[in-house]
């Protein structure tokens, strides 16, 4: 059972641009939300995080949209470099007692010149 | 050390055989997580370890995988007669766990298993 559900799986985007990955959920227990970003023979690395108390979270480029009523959240990059091009995943994770994160399939991002 | 550490990077192996993957977390850290990660696929939920038992181990595939974590810091999983399915990426993470659910879980590089 699919509890986070990712899209695009690819993504070409031209340098300078924005660059949008978007995430749905399903379970309303879900309370912590981050972006995870990973190299290739690279662990994920957290990148950004909400909790569904906000709408918006912006950190330098990154910014987080949510849409608690509408189970979902987004990824924006803005000015996306060359140095952006990674595969992105979104997660979700419960309360205290449901810690493991559930994560999505994954976006390949590529930034092109 | 700097962070999640995990041997050996790359392990081959032949069906059927036994294996051991290790895991070094982040020195401090109560909280020790295993995933594994198949190709163009997000990482899986395996088993989540706080201190030295395992709190939630619902994502083990079957009785041939076993994880544990005897001291509370270096964690080790153990896959018994392994099958070609089980090649994968199997990734450690660690946390502080002081204020779940927004603690960080930082992740190591990973071992790429290979069943042959």
């Known amino acids: 059972q699919q509890q986070v559900k990712q899209s695009p799986q690819s993504l070409i985007v031209q340098k300078g641009g924005i660059s949008i990955i978007n995430c749905a959920y399903e379970?309303?227990?879900?309370?912590?939300f981050p972006w995870y970003q990973q190299f290739p023979g690279k662990g994920p690395a957290l990148l950004i995080a909400i909790r569904p108390d906000v709408s918006e979270k912006k950190e330098g480029r990154f910014t987080i949209s949510f849409n608690k009523s509408a189970k979902q959240f987004s990824l924006h990059i803005m000015d996306s470099q060359p140095g952006d091009s990674a595969t992105y995943f979104c997660a979700a994770r419960g309360i205290f007692g449901n810690e493991k994160l559930t994560f999505g399939t994954g976006t390949r991002l590529t930034i092109i010149p | 050390g700097a962070g999640v550490s995990q041997t050996p990077s790359n392990k081959v192996t032949e069906k059927g055989k036994y294996v051991e993957l290790r895991c070094d977390p982040i020195?401090?850290?109560?909280?020790l997580y295993w995933y594994r990660q198949s190709l163009g696929q997000g990482p899986e939920f395996l088993i989540y370890f706080q201190g030295t038992g395992a709190a939630d181990d619902s994502g083990l595939p079957n009785d041939r995988f076993f994880a544990v974590r005897p001291e509370g810091s270096v964690s080790t999983l153990k896959i018994q007669r392994t099958e070609r399915g089980d090649s994968a990426v199997y990734l450690c993470?660690?946390?502080?766990?002081?204020?779940?659910?927004?603690?960080?879980?930082?992740f190591g590089p990973g071992t790429r298993l290979t069943v042959l």
């Open positions: 379970n309303t227990a879900f309370d912590y």
């Open positions: 993470a660690s946390s502080l766990t002081l204020l779940p659910p927004t603690d960080t879980q930082y």
């Open positions: 020195s401090g850290h109560t909280a």
